[in-house]
């Protein structure tokens, strides 16, 4: 009798089978035609299905997409899910108004679209596609009654859930204010809209992941094919097949990320959004799916990826709390929270319960779909079963067994203490002498500090701050590698983030570094005063012994060479960005020599040294080897000479006479560098002329100066003012300085079209491998300087 009834239902197994089988032919439903549990629509290429699903212990019914194999795994897209039908009665269909939507009997219904069309001559299709989008498209016979004319009336990619599939997008329009962007289930078992989404960030050129709306996750700035804080994009990094197409586009009506293929066929990429935080990034293939690439894993401080963002926490908690998965139950003598939540998860526990300070414990109220909230509080006692169902999420600190290790731990630390103790008092009190005297030091630097930029001097409602060494040390995560944003000859240069939650740049004084005490209180004494936009603003100071600190605003988009002299990133640079840059640097240096209360030299002005903001607008920075002048001085004479070769100007490279027009030079030759993208330093184009001026020089005597241009500008530039700006740059770096304009001219040279411009003469530097070296090399210069020359390479410091 048994195995009749297993061959029965062998036999109606396989009967069901072959009847869902049968019911895949189809990619479409039209006008007319009901779509109900049981059937699925199958995409041509016979990758996605679509179909009514089950999901969660309250068995809701669900339309969506899947990937049509026999592996039971997650949708990438559902339609209804935050509104689900409570049996399977439910049917799929499109009216005759050519509106689609999901009904049940009891009178629920939801509306995938409100276009109404009435046309006679119109017919509505749904269709689900090779790419596994999900269209509703009308299609109505032209006058003669033949072709049809097609017009989308909507479709799933408009709709994302949790997964990003290949041709999506996520987007910001800034034209209807739409903004696509991917949210988390609330568990793996349930779809409701979870506690994490996925976007664009409305203000950089990041994806950001938020919690409940606060920012979770960062994922760095876009350069050029991939985001900072995402590898793993390229298809070579996945699998050992054809490459993505990964874009970010940034135009007049928003910003968007997607990414293609160049086939329609297995594997397929995919990004999905977990209700525990994480990013996945995996492929779909014929037999399952690859090892996923996780990514703003920040559940953890231990496994915490780049990007995450530090989460605001009660003054009770640290942040390092860790929460362990028990099994077995509390005992509790005080109130026990609960909150049935079903579209709350297992996240939202958990932040819930940080935020409490007396919360120790939570659980699921739902274990099935791990959906709901129940909590424990400091009174609650746990028990260990391993046979219990439920799983308890238990703080770590307060569990029974680690909480007796913690007594033994202290009483052997407090007999240890106690027999130390008086050995160790003589020599406390020697080295709390030597501290005493060094903390004194510092202070009295501080306080010289204190003094150069008092408000007195630098006017009312200055921000700069004498920060505190601890206060640093928090902000950068002990001077974490991870947030090292790069070298040069100062030292490094760090990420950090205040308590206030304030992005900051420290920059750290080498011990070997050729800037000493003398450049660091000369850069506090001369950027602290000035205020333009063009200009870096400097927000304080730290020293503590050997440290020598300057905090910075931060600038997410680096310096100018990042980009400029990268063939990847140049690309980002387009004409009117150039532009932009160069008019930037231009009223920054006319500010430094004629509009601030201290006429300021700058004499290190590079590629390197101007840093760019989020929204790509220039600021010169790094003022440690900068001048102050008077205002009816016009030149002066150094002993030291320092700065960069091939910005430095030749009365100052081989007299150390420096005046405005030296920094005049200095911007002629990054003018030459920003619209040709080269560097000046090691050009080697023939040996009559081995530097970008001369080259420029060359090309401007026989009338073919386009030749210059920088191809990435082939699409954007203008041609009349190109040429403008390499006359004008050449007129910058003219061998005589009393034949350079100063630069209230230069700006009004870029400005003004109109006006005709002079002819300029041979520029320095432009015959010779190196004018310097032969005087470095005769032993002209060694006499006017006391330690030779301070002269660094070209590359970014």
């Known amino acids: ?63 969506g997409i899947s990937f049509d194999t026999l592996l039971v795994i997650n949708p990438v897209w559902v339609a209804n899910r935050d509104k689900p039908f409570p049996d399977s009665r439910a049917v799929l269909s499109i009216d005759a108004n050519g509106v689609m939507k999901i009904e049940d009997r009891a009178g629920n219904s939801f509306l995938f679209n409100s276009n109404k069309t009435s046309s006679a001559k119109s017919n509505v299709t749904a269709t689900l596609l090779n790419n596994g989008n999900f269209v509703l498209v009308e299609r109505t016979l032209d006058e003669n009654g033949t072709t049809a004319v097609e017009r989308l009336l909507w479709q799933s990619f408009d709709h994302p859930t949790d997964t990003l599939l290949l041709g999506m997008k996520l987007s910001i329009n800034l034209n209807t204010g739409e903004n696509l962007y991917l949210t988390s289930w609330v568990s793996d078992k349930v779809p409701y809209s979870g506690a994490f989404t996925l976007g664009l960030h409305p203000n950089t050129s990041q994806l950001f992941i938020q919690r409940r709306g606060e920012s979770y996750w960062m994922s760095g700035p876009w350069i050029g094919k991939k985001f900072g804080f995402v590898p793993g994009l390229t298809r070579t990094e996945l699998s050992d097949f054809r490459g993505y197409n990964f874009s970010y586009v940034l135009d ?54 780049s990007g995450c963002e530090k989460q605001k926490m009660p003054n009770c908690r640290t942040g390092n709390e860790q929460f362990e998965t028990r099994r077995g139950i509390m005992q509790t003598e005080g109130p026990l929270g609960e909150v049935v939540i079903l579209t709350e998860g297992l996240s939202d526990c958990d932040m819930k319960c940080r935020n409490n300070c007396s919360c120790i414990a939570y659980a699921s109220t739902n274990p099935d779909d791990q959906t709901g909230c129940q909590f424990w509080y400091i009174g609650s006692k746990f028990v260990e079963n391993s ?160 440290e020598k600190l300057l905090i910075y605003e931060y600038m997410p988009n680096k310096s100018l060479d990042f980009f400029l002299f990268d063939p990847a990133r140049r ?121 970008l001026t001369g080259y420029a020089w060359d090309l401007w005597q026989k009338n073919t100066c386009t030749e210059l241009m920088d191809p990435m500008l082939a699409a954007s530039f203008s041609e ?44 320095a530097f432009s015959t010779a491998r190196s004018l310097l070296v032969e005087e470095i090399s005769t032993g002209k210069i060694e006499s006017c300087s006391e330690n030779g020359l301070s002269i660094s390479a070209m590359e970014a410091r």
């Open 252 to 305: 007049k009506d928003g910003k968007h990320f997607s990414f293609s293929d160049r086939s329609d066929s297995f594997p397929v990429l995919m990004w999905v959004m977990k209700p525990t935080g994480q990013l996945d990034v995996r492929e779909m293939v014929k037999n399952g799916f690859s090892t996923p690439n996780n990514f703003a894993d920040c559940r953890t401080i231990e496994n915490a990826t």
């Open 720 to 763: 009349i003012s190109f040429l403008r700006f390499i006359q004008v740059a050449l007129l910058c770096v003219q061998e005589s300085a009393a034949d350079r304009p100063n630069m209230l001219d230069v700006v009004s040279m870029l400005n003004n079209e109109t006006v005709p411009l002079p002819t300029p003469q041979q520029p």
């Open 387 to 546: 046979e219990s169902r439920q799983e308890i999420y238990l703080l770590a600190s307060n569990q029974g067994e680690r909480r007796r290790w913690i007594w033994v731990i202290i009483l052997v630390s407090v007999v240890s203490g106690i027999l130390l103790l008086f050995s160790l008092t003589y020599f406390c009190w020697k080295r709390l002498k030597l501290v005493g005297n060094a903390k004194a030091s510092d202070e009295n630097i501080l306080l010289e500090f204190g003094d150069l930029t008092s408000s007195e001097e630098h006017g009312k409602g200055s921000e700069f701050q004498l920060f505190s060494y601890d206060s640093i040390m928090s902000a950068t995560d002990n001077f974490s590698p991870m947030n090292k944003l790069g070298e040069g000859g100062f030292g490094p240069v760090y990420k950090g983030k205040l308590q206030e939650g304030q992005e900051i740049a420290v920059k750290r004084l080498s011990t070997s570094s050729g800037q000493g005490l003398k450049e660091f209180k000369n850069e506090i004494g001369l950027i602290a005063k000035l205020q333009h936009m063009n200009l870096v603003r400097l927000l304080g100071c730290c020293i503590k012994g050997e």
């Open 1 to 63: 009798m048994k195995t009749k009834k297993t061959i029965l239902l062998l036999l109606m197994s396989l009967w069901y089978y072959s009847c869902l089988r049968s019911s895949r032919a189809a990619d479409s439903i039209t006008q007319g035609q009901e779509f109900v549990h049981g059937q699925e629509l199958v995409s041509a290429n016979q990758i996605f299905k679509l179909g009514f699903f089950i999901r969660g212990s309250f068995n809701n019914f669900f339309l």
């Open 571 to 691: 690309e980002l640079l387009d004409w009117k960005k150039r532009i932009n840059i160069i008019e930037g640097v231009a009223q920054g240096l006319l500010y430094l020599h004629k509009y601030s209360r201290l006429r300021v030299i700058h004499r290190d002005l590079k590629a390197s040294n101007i840093l760019l903001d989020a929204e790509m607008n220039p600021k010169i920075s790094d003022f440690g080897m900068a001048r102050i002048f008077g205002r009816n001085d016009s030149e002066a004479n150094t002993n030291r000479i320092v700065g960069t070769y091939g910005y430095m100007s030749p009365e100052y490279a081989m007299e150390g006479i420096f005046s405005v027009k030296s920094d005049v030079f200095s911007f002629g030759v990054l003018l030459l560098e920003i619209v040709s993208g080269r560097k000046n330093s090691g050009f080697n184009r023939t040996d009559s002329h081995v530097s």
